[in-house]
């Protein structure tokens, strides 16, 4: 009787996705890859660029290549990678992403729309001067805002500097301007 009521309040009060299979269990979005935490690496971004080798690089080409059977009738794919909470990754995951992308030949181009607290500028040490606030409020062209990384085939387009809209700026009909010329 105790080990059933240890179930029932287990299941009852504690509804955490822990792992992988749970996430499963509990719905019907395709998994494509996971990418566990690492605590080496924690000061680098571009962790698939300084360890080639390691099971986080593993986990990231195992990713691109279930991309590949994503929308296959398109050539041209965007990733959105999100979270409701900071600390979870997004920039870490975006940038070695595109990363592995660049290295197998694809061309690739990683914007940051993190327009409160921009972090891409800073891993692959770029300059914040110009970027999509910019070129959202017309002062400056796409072609001048888009940096090359020192990764092959992967070019970076900055958030650029913080405004005091953000939201008001990304809902900005030119977006949709942006996302077409890209």
Same mark, same amino acid.
């Given at each position: ?10 299941? *009852? ?21 996971? $990418? ?7 000061? #680098? ?9 390691? $099971? ?14 994503? +929308?296959?009738? *398109?050539?041209?794919? $965007? ?18 992403? +595109? ?8 061309? *690739? ?17 770029? #300059? ?29 387009? $900055? ?7 953000? #939201? ?7 977006? +949709? ?6």
């Amino acid at each position: 009787a105790l080990a059933l009521l240890l179930i029932f309040i287990r299941r *009852t009060f504690f509804d955490t996705i822990d792992s992988a299979f749970d996430l499963k269990n509990q719905t019907d979005v395709p998994l494509i890859g996971v $990418v566990n935490r690492d605590k080496e690496g924690r000061n #680098s971004y571009l962790l698939v660029e300084s360890k080639p080798r390691s $099971v986080i690089s593993e986990s990231f080409r195992s990713i691109r290549n279930n991309l590949e059977y994503l +929308a296959t009738e *398109t050539d041209h794919k $965007v990733i959105l990678i999100t979270s409701s909470l900071v600390s979870e990754g997004k920039t870490f995951t975006s940038i070695n992403l +595109a990363t592995i992308l660049a290295k197998a030949g694809r061309r *690739t181009i990683l914007l940051e729309f993190d327009l409160h607290k921009p972090k891409v500028q800073k891993a692959f040490d770029m #300059s914040n001067e110009k970027g999509i606030t910019t070129i959202l409020i017309g002062k400056n062209t796409l072609q001048e805002c888009i940096k090359q990384s020192p990764i092959e085939n992967l070019d970076v387009l $900055v958030s650029g500097p913080i405004p005091p809209n953000s #939201s008001e700026l990304i809902l900005h009909n030119t977006m +949709a301007d942006l996302f077409n010329e890209l």
